[in-house]
DNA sequence: TTGTACGCGCTTTTT
DNA sequence: GCGCGTACAA
């Protein structure tokens, strides 16, 4: 029979003790007296480096510590615990996801058979995330995909979820799991052969899930010091090979795997329900009695193993499965000395105790296990030699841990303490009737948890098929041209759908009707959007302005010469740009804007200045028959005016042209619309002035104003209903824009009024406020590490996965310094814009991240959460050094659409020194804030910072 | 053709 | 503060 511990961790991993490394564990290992010990912490570059380093194939999938390693650390084990250690290489990895709409945090084990395919899986798992911050890695990968990919890597790899039950980051987790491993894993479930139980829950309590059956319940100790390696650990009689391992796993209990050794589940931390800020611990029942909320503070109780066992459960207490394998429940042995001793654990008196027990009698595991109770008395004293009776009976007093608090096993009564002082014939006495055994009288089956209640939003969500009346008059609109104003969350891609939907069922054919976009990711999304609210017949055409000028172009040199048409590419294009530039004096991005100004227009004569150099610019193009983007536009407007054949087959194809976004359109746009229009044609325009931040590009917020002389008799709507904010971040990004009065504007109105306020906090450095926001996010995700989980009662942690949060930003350079942070913080993130194409892993866009963007690319974004970073003097209004800004109400739109990204929580924060481009300025806070009306934020102040925490603070 | 020193200038972004 | 482009040397 050997012993296995094949969880663990490394010094590299949060909260760790400093001296697991290879040598320490080689050591603690024989004292506990474990045959096989898992490596940890594989995924991590370094410790895989030390492993490669001190560990030597034994040829059978385990490694041993190198022999002249082991030579020189010998004499630090007890001769009679002296055993042969192999190691088989382990890891655990967080995955922190979205899966139905609810965050999920799972954690698996994950056993490699070499360090080829170790580090094969490394190079995979290291272009998804950040491997190299924590020896537990966090991935927003799907637990199913991470499994896929292991298996693609390597398919003998042995997978494990693990510790199941813990509420935050378990399969089966109260918080954030699943209520059934296939809902995990979907198809690829066979391919998981073992669940890890945890601290916090035993073979019986596993038992009464018949789901749980065909799988091997194995328990491991999560150590993270060397003195916690085997609370819990699996026996085996097979030899100590990965493949053996492997086949035990899989197969029956003849196969190898002969059972476990668990902790007395009520010492786990999270084994009864409660609040451990409030003090109370309470049983499933007690829960179930004051309705699952706190009896102190009244907010949801943290929901501990037993009571998701019974939540789960199928069978009734005390149930055992026809096959069913050996268990044994054991107190760590400088607990038990330290109860016999009536000291702390970790105490002087308590470790000599134990060396000398180790130097006469053996390994740990073995005292506590198998010693003869005489010998144990001897060496020990007699009482040692009781307590030790009593633990392997099972009769033990507890008092069950609870949300993160661990739990007591005692072995004596208080009463026999006190009688045990002074007195030396204590082993005679009888057990009190106090001490319980501690198969406890339970409740019956718990029926199944009731559905949680209706969200709020269903009545009107979007996403349904109904449209809510503002919406409905407009999509329903059928009295000629008109516009929509439609503020940010208000439903505007729904509203579009719908009207083209609707037009399709009273008759319209497909092929009048043209939906315009500005992005091919929006006309993709929108023709999504569209064959899934019109299955069945054909679809419009969903076009971008340039594609819709390109076949316009197309058409006309058809009937012409047919002359061939290609677009210059990018790089051509600025070669050209140079070189013509280099002529005439001009910086070639001063060209460039001007030819694409001059282009937007639609005039035929270029201002002067300009005019040879765009007529070389236009020669070398059409030299090679080719056209810039906005010719696309531009050449199409000029067909149709000068082609009437051509002017007359377009206006008569389209009955309805739908257009998004019409607060971003150039005149040239407008024209190529208006040449589309003929008299029976109706043009429906949806967009939001106060959205317009395009002005940099040509775009031109003051033909949303005008729609109505552009396109006669057009009817104006407005959508007010604001599906996406809460109130007060609402009312915050509204309160920013009364600085620029513009009477045509609405309220919006949140369909969600309550919510906590949007916060701003002012630090002292770029460097400070990312650290802010990495521990901010950190805490908002929870599961970096426990503590932060523990630490914030009624702060809901852990109730959002990393893709429900963004970071906003006016310019790039600001994005380094948070994703370092981040990183640090071992938060996955993705830059925005910023991971070159070639080294995306096939599994990448799985991965889930918090995202860093600008202000800019957010635009038509969302998330739950999202931070607005520096607010500052300078950099919001942006003010480049040595150039005309942008507009001030620009800018401020642009703040307007950062912080109307949000729906649930927003984090506004500056820093009070800013080093840009070379020069370091104190900037005060950006004039926007305080335009926002006080009151409506939230002001915070930096937290002040406290000494660190001890690494082994985790277990006390 | 390649190495290196120097100086300039620095948003936001789509097709 | 850094990358990129240009100028000039080898």
């Known amino acids: 029979m050997i012993v296995a511990d094949l969880h663990i961790h490394s010094r590299y991993s949060r909260a760790t003790a400093r001296d697991l490394d290879p040598e320490h564990l080689w050591i603690a290992a024989q004292r506990k007296g474990i045959d096989l010990l898992g490596s940890g912490d594989f995924t991590h570059p370094a410790w895989f480096a030390e492993l490669s380093e001190k560990l030597v194939e034994t040829g059978d999938g385990a490694y041993v510590l190198r022999p002249d390693l082991q030579g020189a650390l010998a004499g630090q084990v007890p001769a009679p615990c002296r055993r042969e250690v192999r190691f088989l290489l382990s890891a655990e990895i967080s995955s922190i996801y979205k899966r139905g709409g609810k965050t999920r945090k799972v954690h698996s084990l994950i056993l490699m058979p070499d360090l080829a395919s170790v580090a094969r899986l490394n190079q995979r798992l290291g272009r998804l995330g950040n491997i190299v911050s924590d020896g537990r890695p966090i991935l927003g990968l799907d637990a199913k995909d991470l499994l896929e990919l292991c298996l693609e890597v390597e398919p003998s790899v042995i997978f494990i979820p693990a510790h199941i039950w813990t509420p935050w980051f378990s399969l089966f987790g109260s918080k954030s799991g699943f209520d059934a491993i296939e809902e995990c894993f979907g198809e690829l479930t066979p391919h998981i052969h073992a669940l890890e139980t945890g601290l916090s829950s035993d073979p019986p ?361 290609a677009i210059v590419e990018d790089e051509k294009r600025q070669a050209l740009l140079k070189r013509i530039a280099a002529q005439a004096e001009w910086k070639p991005s001063d060209l460039e804007l001007a030819i694409s100004r001059h282009k937007q227009t639609l005039d035929q004569e270029p201002p002067s200045d300009l005019a040879p150099w765009l007529a070389l610019y236009q020669e070398a193009l059409a030299g090679e028959g080719l056209l ?200 996955p993130v993705q830059v925005a814009g910023r991971t070159p194409l070639e080294e995306t892993d096939p599994l990448d866009f799985k991965a889930q991240r918090v995202s860093l963007l600008t202000m800019h690319a957010a635009k038509g974004l969302e998330w739950p959460v999202v931070f607005v970073v520096g607010l500052e003097e300078g950099l919001l209004p942006y003010l480049p050094p040595g150039k005309p800004p942008s507009p001030a109400s620009e800018e401020r739109r642009l703040l307007f659409v950062a912080l109307t990204r949000a729906r649930e929580r927003l984090y506004l924060s500056r820093a009070a020194r800013r080093s840009l481009f070379g020069e370091t300025r104190q900037p005060g806070p950006s004039p926007f804030l305080t335009q926002i009306p006080e009151g409506l934020l939230k002001i915070e102040k930096p937290r002040a910072r406290r000494p660190r925490a001890s690494q082994l603070g985790l277990f006390k």
């Open 205 to 565: 309590m596993n038992w009464r899930l018949s789901a749980l059956d065909r799988f091997t319940l194995v328990s491991h100790s999560d150590a993270h010091s060397p003195a916690k390696l085997a609370r819990e650990a699996d026996l085996l009689t097979c030899p100590p090979t990965y493949a053996d391992l492997a086949a035990a796993l899989a197969g029956p209990a003849e196969a190898g795997f002969h059972g476990t050794l668990e902790f007395f589940p009520d010492e786990g931390k999270y084994h009864l329900d409660g609040h451990r800020k409030c003090g109370v611990r309470l049983t499933p029942a007690e829960t179930r009695e004051h309705g699952g909320r706190c009896p102190v503070c009244g907010k949801p109780l943290t929901v501990g193993v037993l009571n998701r066992v019974e939540e789960l459960a199928d069978r009734p207490e005390g149930s055992k499965p026809a096959r069913l394998r050996h268990f044994e429940s054991l107190i760590p042995l400088p607990e038990l000395i330290g109860e016999v001793m009536r000291q702390g654990p970790a105490t002087k008196g308590v470790s000599q105790a134990l060396e000398a027990l180790l130097e006469r009698l053996g390994p740990e595991l073995h005292i506590l296990r198998e010693a003869p109770l005489e010998d144990l008395q001897s060496v020990g004293g007699p009482i040692l030699g009781e307590a030790l009776r009593r633990m392997r009976q099972g009769q033990v007093i507890t008092e069950g841990g609870y949300d993160g608090e661990f739990g007591k096993v005692h072995l004596f009564s208080n009463e026999e303490h006190a009688e045990l002082k002074g007195q030396k014939g204590f082993w005679k006495l009888a057990p009190k009737a106090g001490a319980r055994s501690r198969a406890k009288a339970g409740p019956a089956a718990r029926p199944k948890a009731s559905p949680p209640a209706a969200p709020l939003l269903s009545a009107l969500d979007p996403a349904r098929e109904g449209l809510n009346p503002e919406q409905a008059l407009a999509a329903d609109y059928r009295g000629g041209h008109l516009i929509v104003r439609a503020g940010p969350g208000s439903g505007k891609t729904r509203l579009l759908v719908q009207r083209a939907v609707g037009l399709l069922r009273e008759g319209a054919a497909a092929e009048e009707i043209l939906l315009i976009t500005f992005t091919r990711k929006a006309a993709g999304e929108l023709g999504q959007r569209l064959a899934e609210a019109w299955p069945q017949g054909r679809q419009p055409l969903t076009a971008t302005f340039h594609a819709l000028g390109r076949r316009i172009i197309s058409q006309a040199r058809e009937g012409a010469n047919g002359g061939d048409m």
């Open 628 to 827: 810039d983007l906005d010719d696309l536009v531009r050449e199409a407007c000029l067909a149709l005016r000068s082609d009437a054949e051509l002017a007359r087959s377009w206006r008569e194809r389209f009955r309805h042209v739908l257009v998004d976004e019409y607060q971003d359109v150039n005149q040239a746009q407008v024209e190529l619309l208006k040449a589309l229009t003929g008299p029976r044609t109706q043009v429906a325009a949806i967009g939001d002035p106060d959205q317009a931040i395009y002005g940099f590009r040509g775009a031109d917020r003051s033909f949303f104003a005008r729609f109505a002389r552009d396109f006669a008799g057009a009817a104006e709507f407005g959508l007010q209903q604001n599906y996406r904010s809460n109130g007060p971040i609402l009312a915050a990004a509204q309160g920013l824009l009364e600085a620029d009065p513009d009477p045509s504007r609405r309220p919006l109105l949140p369909l969600r009024p309550e919510g906590p306020l949007p916060s701003l906090i002012a630090l002292a450095s770029p460097e400070a406020e990312a650290q802010w926001v990495a521990a901010r996010i950190a805490e908002l995700i929870g599961g970096m590490d426990s503590r932060q989980v523990e630490g914030r009662a009624g702060e809901n942690p852990g109730e959002y996965a990393p893709r429900d949060i963004a970071v906003l930003y006016r310019l790039h350079a600001l994005a380094p310094a948070l994703q370092k942070a981040l990183q640090k913080a071992g938060v």
